[in-house]
């Protein structure tokens, strides 16, 4: 079954510091755009949503087709974004 | 193998829970590295302003950290969004894990609604340094006014911090104030969260 994940260190001025691909499906270069595309777009409810909160794990924040967003924001603002597949929940 | 005790060993560093660290670091040392570092700062600089901006960058190093750290360590992973809370949080928290004791006093500027003070009797870094007549308004409080403001910069309320001596009837050394200003947008999103 392909799984795939993408994760991403953003700093708090929106800068990626780090990005890994996790899975055993075959890289593709089109999809590899798209999902750093979500992640992107993932940024904008990630800053909404921090500050509703205090927690520092928000689960699930934004669904694309069948991929789902989840970061972890530290203290400093620096976001740990990670995206799964939906049946990989 | 046999032991009295076993200490619990892990596999993974990862699962190692966060140590607590050294509570205490000797104040000499301190005193003495600090006396050092306005030391080498003094040969680089021209003038005060200068130098007290060098301390104050060098204490938004030292915030930065600090927040993050004590975030896990201290507040079991619980973010501040709020400005009374990451206020006390730097008044509490903060200055324990530095100083050893919370600050001796918070409070809400009269005039301006942006403007907060820290006060402390005797702030640590001033407590072995004496300021010639020729230094004028020079306090080397600029290095802890920047680590509260490296602390609320990090958590996302940027500010202007600025330390001043309060000369007080009845204590021989005046008293340090920590003055904060925040910026606009952090008083209109206070505004806006309720």
């Known amino acids: 079954m392909t799984s795939t994940a993408c994760f991403i260190i953003v700093s708090r001025n929106d800068i990626p510091i780090y990005e890994a691909e996790v899975g055993s499906a075959a890289k593709r270069e089109d999809a590899a755009q798209l999902h750093q595309f979500i992640l992107h777009a993932a940024l904008d409810i990630v800053q909404d949503l921090a500050w509703t909160t205090s927690a520092m794990f928000l689960k699930a924040i934004d669904r694309f087709n069948d991929l789902v967003v989840s970061v972890y924001v530290t203290a400093g603002h620096i976001l740990y974004i990670y995206r799964t597949d939906l049946h990989m929940s | ?194």
Request: hydrophobic fraction near 40%.
């Open chain 2, 1 to 194: 193998m046999i032991g009295a005790g076993k200490i619990k060993q892990y596999s993974n560093i990862l699962e190692k829970p966060l140590s607590k660290g050294k509570q205490e670091v000797s104040l000499s040392a301190f005193a003495f590295l600090f006396s050092e570092l306005v030391q080498y700062n003094q040969t680089q600089v021209d003038n005060i302003s200068e130098l007290e901006r060098r301390l104050e960058d060098a204490g938004y190093a030292v915030g930065a950290r600090v927040l993050e750290l004590l975030c896990h360590r201290d507040k079991g992973n619980r973010r501040e969004t709020r400005l009374l809370g990451i206020l006390s949080f730097v008044h509490s928290t903060v200055w324990k894990v530095l100083f050893g004791k919370v600050a001796d006093s918070l409070e809400k500027g009269t005039e301006h609604e942006d403007e907060y003070m820290i006060s402390e009797k005797d702030l640590l870094v001033n407590k072995f340094i004496s300021v010639p007549k020729d230094m004028g308004t020079f306090n080397c409080g600029a290095f802890v006014a920047g680590i509260v403001r490296g602390v609320l910069d990090g958590a996302g309320f940027p500010a202007v911090v600025t330390a001043h001596f309060v000369p007080m009837e009845g204590l021989q050394r005046p008293r340090t104030t920590i003055l904060i200003k925040f910026a606009e947008e952090v008083l209109q999103r206070e505004a806006r969260l309720g």
